[in-house]
């Protein structure tokens, strides 16, 4: 696996994956475990993922804003259990200016959370469980003008757009 | 280029997370009649009552990639229909 994985993550081997002498901006984004959704006080939770699927399109994802942005990114997100505090989704986008870089890190956890086949499994602290479903999006963030040709048709689909998970 | 006229196509379906739960299976093997669509297999799927619950416009890949319902299919094809995503 090289975008998924069942361990912890790392930020920091991220960053110098992407740090070059020619990039002088680095805009990194962890998506972590909350302790709550929608009133309810989360214990822990699984994620799961149509893995084949979700390699290749967090491969898409990363060269999208990599070609746009000039950037080089790295991109990891968590499968299996995990707790309160764990680290879901790590992404860190180098450009040669922090303009670039920010907007190469939004795009990335933007495009995830709208494309990749990954679900997740809440427990509750009254011993209930339930797959979480996406509220409806507001207008997310710039696309590049090159990948509207190949968009996937999700928009009916897009997932809620919280900065965590 | 000669084009076989084969009268049927046998895809792969897969099923994740809460589908796969209220079908009670991840994957099976579905023949329907050529010329087939992502909408055919999804007709096909609502037929058999324990696909109920799917939406009327679910989500669909073929082959690792986000598809149209439209979207034709071909024998050897894997089909996944994708709860509401949930990563990040």
């Known amino acids: 696996m090289t975008f998924l994985t069942d361990r912890p993550l790392d930020l920091a081997p991220l960053v110098a994956r992407v740090m070059s002498p020619e990039r002088g901006g680095v805009a990194c984004f962890l998506g972590v475990v909350r302790d709550h959704h929608e009133g309810r006080t989360v214990k822990r939770l699984e994620y799961s993922a149509y893995e084949a699927m979700a390699e290749a399109e967090c491969a898409r994802v990363v060269a999208e804003a990599e070609a746009k942005w000039e950037a080089s990114v790295a991109l990891e997100h968590r499968i299996g259990r995990l707790e309160i505090g764990d680290v879901a989704v790590a992404i860190a986008a180098a450009a040669a200016h922090r303009d670039a870089a920010f907007m190469a890190c939004r795009y990335v956890i933007e495009q995830v959370k709208r494309r990749v086949p990954l679900w997740k499994r809440e427990d509750y602290a009254d011993g209930s469980q339930a797959w979480v479903t996406p509220r409806p999006a507001r207008p997310t963030v710039e696309r590049p003008a090159d990948a509207t040709s190949d968009a996937p048709p999700v928009s009916e689909h897009v997932s809620h757009t919280d900065w965590g998970v | ?88």
Do not use: K, W
């Open chain 2, 1 to 88: 280029m000669t084009i076989s006229a084969a009268s049927t196509v046998t895809v792969r379906v897969l099923l994740f997370a809460s589908y796969a739960e209220a079908a009670g299976q991840t994957s099976f093997t579905l023949t329907l009649p050529a010329p087939a669509t992502v909408a055919s297999v999804l007709r096909l799927l609502r037929s058999q009552a324990s696909d109920a619950r799917l939406p009327e416009r679910p989500l669909c890949a073929v082959n690792l990639a986000h598809a149209r319902l439209d979207a034709p299919v071909a024998s050897g094809d894997e089909i996944a229909i994708l709860p509401p995503l949930a990563g990040g």
